[in-house]
């Protein structure tokens, strides 16, 4: 979608939606007589509003690309299970005596429309496609290995393509398999406009031929768009990803969402408030008790200390229950199954994960976020780091108390490089495509594999 028709569609959901939930809402109040319209259904009102809104706001429903309408559809659906458990948790803290089979109705009301809607458009979307194809009719400048990916890459994309190639060079060339060349690149234009062709894309660039600058104005000035394909081969071989410093293209290779200061702060904000709940409801009675078990067993401290690699490589003090009997290796030597300095308390705590409890005490101090890839001690980094040459990557973000790589089975001992590999693939694609659903996603599914037992914890 282009800017104008993006921003339509974000605008006609948003109201959509938000005009649905309140007339379902106020349907529900004149038609059911024994609901009065007093001020704790207004006050409903007002929480349901800006429950979806808020919803809507950390799933990007219509901030986030809509290029697939599948995605928008789970979107929405996600959507509306986080309203109904936000909307439900207000009303139980407002404690009034609302109807229940009101709040009912609201719920299934308002979530029959988000589904009916969005399978129209799902439904219209793939009509469309179905019925008005994508033809087109291109020129292409160069023949080098970059065009024939190009017209490659059309014609899985396009129903039907016309592709017309011209040389860069005096040489003329004829009939090269799906990108015919016709020929000279100074021919390119008027052969555009005697076919009615609107596009022209040149894999040669202006530095290797001046006179392409020349052809773009040319076709502008006859209503024909002129686009470069630059071919970055030389120094990359995966997607590059483009942002603007006022009119300044400038390309990095790969997408970080928290490099975003509005992500940092929903992030931070949600690690204060988790580590704090923890920190008071959990670890404020965790603690002695685990503490008298440890000193029961055997000497030395409660809890493990050990520098941790951070964001940015910067080292940090890591807290953990200690689970070995106090020895000479653990900063150097890595835990393993049959490992004999486990205590037996130890091994119950590192199986269930509570031995990493304390760790919210980092992410209070922010040196840690409850989600990230899980912090290495200093030796391995070194090592890892030597081992493959994207390792230092995952560092550019806080590492975390569970990761994307540890619900995925990547966790526990290193013992080849495809487990290491496996790993950090993980954790630099939660770097990039990180939401705060992913992250409440990975929460959810660390304690469901911490009740169930994950055959990699030991």
């Known amino acids: 979608m282009n800017s104008r028709s993006t921003n339509l569609f974000r605008f006609s959901f948003a109201v959509f939606d938000l005009l649905c939930l309140n007339i379902i809402h106020f349907v529900l109040m004149l038609l059911m007589q024994n609901v009065p319209i007093q001020k704790e259904y207004i006050t409903l009102f007002l929480i349901n509003n800006g429950a979806w809104i808020l919803c809507a706001y950390i799933t990007a429903l219509y901030i986030g690309k809509q290029n697939s309408t599948d995605n928008f559809f789970k979107r929405s659906v996600v959507s509306f299970f986080l309203f109904s458990g936000i909307s439900l948790f207000s009303i139980f803290l407002y404690n009034f005596g609302f109807s229940r089979l009101f709040v009912v109705l609201v719920f299934i009301g308002f979530g029959t429309t988000i589904i009916i809607s969005r399978t129209l458009y799902v439904g219209a979307a ?168 440890i000193k029961l067993e055997s000497r030395g401290p409660v809890f493990f200390t050990q520098l941790r690699s951070g964001k940015n490589n910067n080292p940090f003090l890591c807290y953990k229950f200690r689970s070995l009997k106090v020895n000479h290796e653990a900063h150097n030597k890595q835990v393993t199954r049959d490992d004999d300095r486990f205590t037996r308390i130890g091994r119950f705590l590192r199986k269930s994960n509570i031995d990493e409890l304390p760790q919210f005490f980092n992410v209070f101090r922010g040196e840690m976020s409850v989600v990230g890839p899980r912090p290495h001690m200093l030796k391995h980094t070194e090592e890892y780091s030597q081992t493959l040459n994207h390792y230092m990557i995952r560092h550019f973000v806080k590492p975390g108390v569970t990761g994307w790589a540890q619900i995925n089975g990547y966790r526990g001992e290193i013992k080849k490089k495809k487990d290491l590999r496996g790993r950090i693939e993980h954790d630099i694609w939660y770097m990039e495509n990180w939401t705060m659903w992913l992250d409440l996603r990975i929460i959810v599914l660390t304690v469901y594999k911490s009740i169930r037992g994950d055959k990699n914890a030991f």
């Open 126 to 293: 793939y009509y469309l496609r179905k019925q008005y194809p994508l033809n087109k009719k291109v020129i292409v400048i160069g023949y080098n290995e970059l065009s024939k990916r190009l017209v490659e890459n059309f014609d899985r994309y396009y129903k039907s393509i016309s592709v017309a190639g011209f040389f860069e060079d005096e040489e003329y060339i004829s009939g090269n398999g799906s990108l015919p060349m016709l020929g000279r690149i100074n021919d390119s234009v008027q052969y555009a406009i005697e076919n009615n062709i609107s596009e022209i894309y040149s894999t040669v660039s202006p530095e290797r031929n001046f006179y392409i600058y020349e052809l773009a104005q040319l076709a502008e000035t006859n209503f024909i768009r002129f686009k470069f394909v630059p071919d970055f081969r030389m120094f990359i071989n995966r997607k590059v990803h483009i942002d603007f410093a006022r009119n300044i293209p400038i390309l990095s290779l790969r997408t970080e969402p928290l490099e975003n200061v509005d992500s940092q702060l929903k992030k931070r904000s949600f690690d204060i408030i988790f580590s704090v709940f923890i920190i008071f409801f959990m670890l404020s009675w965790l603690v002695p008790l685990i503490a008298l078990l």
